[in-house]
């Protein structure tokens, strides 16, 4: 008589488990849909044994971003029960398609804000200021976004943290920033 293992509990967004789970259950890929933005919720096939073995549903769901809408941990993960181990009906082409529809990303660079705070100031600092000190927006927003490939969410988390340190004065309009003297006291 086998014991059993003991059942996790559904937690609502993610499976419960992972895919050591999966595949001690005799699962060879599982399906990943992306459930976010506006691309008929588009599907790929992932083997299990390329994700981390280690880490649960809940961590390798919201690391998995969709690249066509760019959403981040808005997927559904299930089993592929017809792939199961003893079935002929499974396909070494499975699990090709998913570097180009989902990737697993890596941390992020700038989701600590205060990383990303950082990088806005080198950014404000390298611009030559305008009439009183403006810095226009776009010459901050532009290299974080465009070149150092920042997200927007990552990007107004790095102003704000700015902005509540004192290191930048973010104008009304939005249009603008100013050094404080904390924020040029940082490249003195």
Same mark, same amino acid.
């Given at each position: 008589?086998?014991?059993?293992? !003991?059942?996790?509990? $559904?937690? /609502?967004?993610?499976? !419960?488990?992972?895919?050591?789970?999966? =595949?001690?259950?005799?699962?060879?890929?599982?399906?990943?849909?992306?459930?976010?933005?506006?691309?008929?919720? @588009?599907?790929?096939?992932?083997? &299990?044994?390329?994700?981390?073995?280690?880490? !649960? $549903?809940?961590?390798?769901?919201?690391?998995?971003?969709?690249?066509?809408?760019?959403?981040? /941990?808005?997927?559904? =993960?299930?089993?592929?029960?017809?792939?199961?181990?003893?079935?002929?009906?499974?396909?070494?082409?499975?699990?090709? @398609? +998913? %570097?180009?529809?989902?990737?697993?990303?890596?941390?992020?660079? *700038?989701?600590?804000? +205060?990383?990303? #705070?950082?990088?806005?100031?080198?950014?404000?600092?390298? *611009?030559?200021?305008?009439?009183?000190? @403006? =810095?226009?927006?776009?010459?901050?927003?532009?290299?974080?976004?465009?070149?150092?490939?920042?997200?927007?969410?990552?990007?107004?988390?790095?102003? +704000?943290?700015?902005?509540?340190?004192? $290191?930048? +004065? &973010?104008?009304?309009?939005?249009?603008?920033?100013? *050094? %404080?003297?904390?924020?040029?006291?940082?490249? #003195?």
């Amino acid at each position: 008589m086998t014991s059993q293992r !003991p059942q996790s509990r $559904w937690t /609502g967004k993610y499976p !419960p488990g992972g895919p050591a789970d999966w =595949i001690a259950d005799g699962h060879l890929t599982c399906n990943i849909q992306c459930s976010g933005g506006n691309f008929d919720r @588009r599907m790929v096939d992932v083997r &299990l044994d390329t994700l981390p073995q280690h880490q !649960p $549903w809940s961590r390798i769901g919201r690391r998995l971003v969709c690249s066509k809408c760019g959403a981040a /941990g808005s997927v559904n =993960i299930v089993p592929n029960w017809h792939d199961r181990i003893g079935r002929s009906c499974h396909s070494p082409s499975i699990g090709k @398609r +998913e %570097t180009q529809l989902l990737k697993l990303t890596t941390d992020r660079p *700038f989701a600590n804000p +205060e990383k990303a #705070a950082r990088r806005l100031l080198e950014h404000a600092h390298a *611009f030559e200021p305008i009439h009183e000190g @403006r =810095i226009y927006i776009e010459k901050i927003n532009g290299p974080f976004l465009f070149g150092d490939k920042g997200t927007p969410a990552e990007y107004s988390a790095g102003l +704000e943290l700015a902005v509540a340190r004192g $290191w930048l +004065e &973010l104008h009304e309009s939005g249009t603008y920033v100013k *050094f %404080t003297t904390a924020g040029a006291d940082l490249f #003195a």
